[in-house]
Structures are given as structure tokens and as C-alpha cells.
């Protein structure tokens, strides 16, 4: 079937409409429509060629919500007119020691939504920036939240996990102090997440205009990293801090705000590497800097019903297709509260 997208030709070329194919829906196949999409700063990187790898035409995408369209004749878990979502996973070995334990984001096969290798036309996948994708039903999603909030669920597909998963593997709780770097797409995510798991959260900004925006959020605190007596104030004192930010920063700042035994996580993909750390700032209080990336389909699956439970959705602004080359150069420069969606009613 061939469907309208949007997408680009090259790195150097403005995102713009796209017609491809999907197939059809095989034995255990689900076929949404796509209503919405979220944009991630990912697509970006992806879409011109600043990560390397990059396969052309790119349609990228992979924070989808819709409605089941069609269901293969084994598909045993959703019905035509469901609300799913499908996220950064589409496919994976389905046999390694990751995948048996729900972990097909560390497969090594793992099949991401766009831009890696599949059979299918045009010989790499293709995302969300669509009005319709195909996936074996092991990788679709069950939204539970009111279907007027569809829109605002898009983002926790990449946003919402991404931050969901290193505060439940860290065990995030009662009684941490939790530290979030960064209030933009994944950072005001990781406030909602990590007040709703019960945390004394503290966000961590380079601006004091986003001091009200992140009490808002559900931050306790919020410290202005460029102040030297706000941080004096905070070091030593952190169980858990999580690190957002999508550019190559001084991550000792924030290490020597651990206290001892405490872990500093890095979510933020930035598209050239960070300074090195000091080494004696890890071993002096035995601190753990680490990284994590997305979830595994049964831990995305238990996000949304967590955030469908405590009412959470990411805050959002809705763009038409046309309007997506202009919302990469605003999210370059941190001009979004605090997600792009894509009404991909706007393709037609």
C-alpha cells in the first residue's frame, strides 16, 4: 500500500512529503493509523546524518499513537479500533538472554522504527512522519489513557520511557533525593516521573526563567547550575541523578553532587561526546556514572500504565507536517514547552 510521509532524500535536504509503501499486514501483523507522532531531537541527528549510518529517503518517527486499522488472522492481543502506540522498537531477535527477559532495547538485533534493516521497501524502516505503519504485534503498545489525550501520550513513547526506565532500574522512591539535568523534552518528563514515584526531586537549570515552569512540573527544588552558591548549597547530597541534556557538557559539575554510593545517569545523546570526567570524583565517594537507553517492551508497556494511573502525559505543542522543518531549528534552540506532536491528519 503506498501512503503519504514526511521525510528527507539527503542530510542536507528540507523535510518534505514522501510517498512509500508499507505491506500488508502479515499473520501477526497490527495496522495502525497514525494519528499523532511525536518529534524527537533524535530525528534530527538521525535525519541529517550527524550520527552516522543514516539511509535515505529517511521518514524518521518513533513516538506513534493510533487506531488498529487491521490485524493479521494470529494476531490474539488487539482488535480493530484499539488505541496503540508503537516506540522506538519494531522488531528484534526475539531469542537472545535480552529479549527472553523483556529487554529488546539491548538486543543486539534490535530492529529500530526508522533507519535500520528490514525487508520491506525501500530496504530500512521507516517511521512515524506517516499515515500508517505495520508491526508485529510483540511491539505494539496499549494506551490507556482518555482518547482526548491521545495527542500528549505520542511523546512518552521515547520521552516518557527513556527517563521512566533508569528511575525504576535505580529504584527511584520514597526517601531519594533525585536530581533532574535539563527541563526540556526528556528533563520535564523525568520531574513528572520521578514525583510521581514518590522522589524529593530536584531540577537542575542553566536559566532562572524555568524556575516557576519546574515546580510547576513537580520539582521540590530547583537549582540554577550557573550559581555557585545554589550548588554549594545541593553538593553531596543526591542519590540519583538523571542527565538529559543533548549536548557535550562538564559532567563533574553534577558528579560532585552525588553523595557517596550514588549514580549519575545519562540519557541525553549528544552528537559529539562529553569532556571526560575527573576519576577522582568517582572514587573518592564511590560514585557510578552510567547510561540507559529507552526500555523493553514490558517496561514501556507498565510507563503507560503507570502514567495513565497518575494522569501524566508529556506537555506539548501540536504542528502540522509542513511546520516540521521550522520545529527542528526551535527545538535546536530549546524553543518548545516541552514536546513537538505531529497531527498527521495534515499530510493529506
Not at 5 to 18: C, K, R
Not at 89 to 111: F, K, P, Q, T
Request: charged content about 20%; overall charge negative.
Amino acid at each position: 500500500m503506498t501512503i503519504k510521509a514526511y521525510g528527507a532524500n539527503s542530510a542536507t535536504d528540507p523535510l518534505h512529503s514522501l510517498e512509500i509503501a508499507r505491506r500488508a499486514p502479515g499473520e501477526n501483523d497490527v495496522q495502525i493509523e497514525i494519528a499523532y507522532c511525536g518529534l524527537c531531537h533524535s530525528d534530527i541527528h538521525q535525519v541529517r546524518s550527524e550520527w552516522a549510518g543514516t539511509h535515505y529517503p529517511c521518514v524518521p518517527g518513533h513516538e506513534i499513537v493510533g487506531h488498529v486499522s487491521d490485524i493479521g488472522p494470529k494476531v490474539s492481543s488487539f482488535q480493530v479500533g484499539d488505541l496503540v502506540g508503537v516506540g522506538c522498537i519494531v522488531d528484534s531477535c526475539r531469542h537472545c538472554g535480552d529479549c527472553a527477559e523483556g529487554l529488546e532495547n539491548y538486543c543486539d538485533h534490535m530492529v529500530g522504527t526508522y533507519n535500520f534493516p528490514t525487508l520491506d521497501s525501500p530496504g530500512h524502516t521507516l517511521g512515524g512522519y506517516s499515515q500508517q505503519i505495520v508491526v508485529d504485534e510483540r511491539y505494539v503498545l496499549r494506551i490507556r489513557h482518555p482518547e482526548d489525550q491521545l495527542a500528549a501520550v505520542a511523546p512518552l513513547l521515547c520521552a516518557g520511557i527513556t527517563t521512566y526506565s533508569p528511575l525504576r532500574h535505580w529504584k527511584v522512591g520514597p526517601g531519594h533525593k533525585v536530581g533532574i539535568v535539563g527541563i526540556g523534552g526528556l528533563g520535564h518528563m523525568g520531574i513528572k516521573l520521578a514525583h510521581a514515584m514518590g522522589a524529593h526531586v530536584v531540577a537542575f537549570t542553566t536559566s532562572e526563567s524555568k524556575r516557576n515552569a519546574a515546580k510547576t512540573l513537580g520539582a521540590n527544588e530547583v537549582v540554577v547550575s550557573r550559581n555557585p552558591d545554589e550548588m554549594a548549597a545541593h553538593a553531596k547530597s543526591f542519590d540519583f541523578i538523571l542527565n538529559t541534556v543533548a549536548a557535550p557538557h562538564d559532567l563533574d559539575v553534577y558528579l560532585t553532587q552525588l553523595k557517596r554510593n550514588g549514580t549519575m545517569t545519562l540519557v541525553g545523546a549528544p552528537a559529539s561526546p562529553h569532556p571526560s570526567p575527573e576519576v577522582f570524583n568517582l572514587i573518592f565517594k564511590r560514585r557510578a556514572l552510567a547510561g540507559s537507553m529507552i526500555g523493553g517492551i514490558p517496561e514501556t508497556q507498565e510507563m503507560l500504565d503507570f502514567c495513565a494511573e497518575h494522569g501524566i502525559v508529556s506537555d506539548i505543542e501540536m504542528i502540522r507536517a509542513d511546520e516540521i522543518n521550522e520545529a527542528y531549528e526551535r527545538m535546536l534552540k530549546g524553543d518548545v514547552k516541552y514536546r513537538f506532536v505531529m497531527d498527521t491528519r495534515s499530510l493529506n
